[in-house]
């Protein structure tokens, strides 16, 4: 990580020096955000998996096929949100 400094005006114009900015790693964060959707899309099939009655084993099939995760993966992921 890198770090950096802002300069910028108060509110009576006056500027601001020094305050120090960490710049984040771009790749690192779009991990992340992917991740967040995978798990926003296991908890959904999930949910559609309950509404129409389908059982533990068609959920986790349908997260591995949906997001190519390994067997132990998908049940894990899916017992998290199976209410």
Not at 25 to 44: F, I, N, S
Request: net charge negative; charged share 30%; hydrophobic share 35%.
């Amino acid at each position: 990580m890198s770090e950096g400094h802002l300069f910028c005006a108060d509110r009576n114009g006056m500027e601001t020096k020094g305050m120090l900015l960490t710049e984040y790693d771009e790749k690192t964060a779009m991990e992340l955000y992917k991740e967040e959707g995978r798990a926003e899309g296991v908890q959904g099939i999930v949910d559609i998996c309950q509404e129409l009655g389908g059982s533990v084993i068609d959920a986790v099939e349908k997260v591995a096929s949906t997001f190519g995760y390994g067997e132990g993966k998908s049940r894990a992921m899916v017992q998290k949100y199976w209410k």
